[in-house]
C-alpha cells in the first residue's frame, strides 16, 4: 500500500510526530507550506494565526509535485490553532480529492502542555 503523508507545522512539533509516522509507515511525507505564512515567533503570530482560521482563509501552497490519487492511505497532521486546524490544511482539502482513500488525522496542541488532560 501506498502511503503520504502531509502535514503543516509552524514549530515543529507537528513535523516531529509526521517524521515518527513515516518511519513506521514507509510513508511519503510532504510538508504543506504556504507561500506567505505567518511568523514563526513573536506574540502577534497568535492573532495572525487566529484571524486565519476565524476567516476560514486558504492560503496558496507551494506545489507538491505529486498527485494524491497515486496513493491508497493518506496522512494528514496539522497543529491545533483557534480550536481548529490550520489554514493550510484547509487549502489542502479545498484542493486535494480525497475520495475512496485512506485517511488518518492527527494534530498537536500545547494548550495542555504540563497539566493533566481531562480525556
Not at 503523508?5 to 509516522?21: H, V
Request: a positive charge.
Amino acid at each position: 500500500m501506498k502511503n503520504w503523508l502531509y502535514y503543516y507545522s509552524l514549530n515543529g512539533n507537528t513535523k516531529f510526530i509526521a517524521g515518527q509516522i513515516a518511519l513506521e509507515t514507509g510513508a511519503d511525507v510532504l510538508e504543506l507550506k504556504p507561500k506567505t505564512d505567518i511568523p514563526e515567533k513573536g506574540f502577534m503570530r497568535y492573532l495572525w494565526g487566529g484571524r486565519e482560521v476565524m476567516a476560514k482563509q486558504t492560503p496558496l501552497l507551494s506545489d507538491p509535485g505529486k498527485k494524491a490519487e497515486e496513493y491508497e492511505m493518506i496522512f494528514i497532521g496539522t497543529p491545533v490553532w483557534a480550536f481548529s486546524f490550520a489554514p493550510a490544511v484547509r487549502s489542502f482539502f479545498k484542493n486535494v480529492h480525497l475520495e475512496n482513500k485512506k485517511i488518518a488525522l492527527f494534530c498537536c496542541s500545547a494548550e495542555l502542555k504540563g497539566k493533566r488532560s481531562r480525556i
